[in-house]
């Protein structure tokens, strides 16, 4: 009942009553105060009268069936059809209202087949309408049948030049040569020289990698390579002094039997001369001369010499 005691008309009951269809065919009429709407199922618009639907053709206007990847579209009264190519499933469209009508979805293979690569250690990868296989890392081959790379044969690692490669299955690792410090792919060579000498007895040098032990002279390194032996130069140098040699840690030293006194050079022995002085009448041609007769202490030779007194 309205404010001025009117009472409304409902067009849509009305007509159902009377014969009299406010909207025509199958449209769904739809009381208001004082009006009425006509409105189309789904699948329909409304025609320019405001009281008849058209069909909508869904293939042409939304493209549900994704046609550009071979899906075929087949528009039906109210709806559409969609005929899906190997790698697409028709399936109704996730959302809050439940549809009458499917469209194209994807087939996600690798959720479908986890064994869709294989048993082996390839990785499937969908893609839209089918699905690719693929080694992962540290593996070659289609996908289908992967196999370990030997990344150390092949050179496609990053271990430093002082480490050494180490391959597993499916990947490898990289280790410090010894000598070297570091995580494998940067190596740092160690002084081993400075913590306690290497306990090398003598001298330490370091080098790449390592060390060595060097003795002072006159002494040799043992076979431990690290303690010094001092050597007998009397036994190893033979003929190293004319008369006697004795042996001294790190030298040696020469000596001479008696009669005889070591020369300048360290090592021959020259002998001591007595000499008896006699004065003569010199020769005319050698005055301010005096011979002097010097025999030697072992008698092995007589000279003479002059001497400028």
Do not use: W
């Amino acid at each position: 009942m309205g404010a001025a005691g009117c009472q409304d008309i409902d067009e849509c009951s009305l007509a159902a009553v009377s014969g009299l269809q406010a909207c025509q065919g199958d449209v769904l009429c739809i009381n208001s105060p004082g009006s009425f709407t006509c409105s189309c199922p789904t699948g329909y618009i409304m025609a320019q009268n405001g009281q008849s639907c058209v069909d909508i053709d869904e293939c042409i206007v939304e493209q549900p069936c994704r046609s550009e990847l071979g899906n075929a579209c087949v528009n039906t009264p109210g709806s559409f059809v969609c005929s899906c190519q190997p790698g697409f499933r028709a399936e109704a469209p996730v959302g809050p209202v439940c549809p009458h009508f499917t469209v194209c979805q994807d087939v996600d293979e690798c959720l479908e087949g986890p064994a869709v690569c294989g048993d082996g250690p390839g990785v499937c990868e969908n893609t839209l309408g089918s699905y690719k296989c693929a080694c992962p890392a540290g593996y070659r081959g289609n996908g289908t049948h992967c196999e370990d790379e030997n990344e150390c044969a092949s050179g496609g690692h990053g271990c430093d030049h002082n480490a050494r490669c180490g391959n597993i299955i499916g990947s490898y690792f990289c280790q410090c040569y010894q000598g070297f410090n570091g995580d494998g792919r940067s190596c740092f060579d160690i002084d081993e020289c400075a913590v306690n000498n290497a306990r090398c007895e003598h001298n330490c040098s370091n080098e790449s990698g390592g060390y060595s032990c060097q003795c002072a002279p006159g002494f040799r390194l043992d076979q431990d390579e690290h303690n010094c032996t001092d050597v007998d130069e009397c036994l190893a140098l033979s003929g190293t002094c004319e008369h006697l040699c004795i042996n001294t840690r790190g030298s040696f030293q020469c000596s001479c039997r008696a009669g005889y006194q070591l020369h300048i050079d360290g090592h021959t022995c020259v002998g001591q001369f007595l000499c008896k002085c006699s004065r003569e009448i010199p020769p005319a041609n050698q005055r301010h001369h005096v011979l002097l007769l010097c025999s030697h202490m072992r008698r092995r030779r007589q000279q003479m010499e002059t001497f400028r007194l």
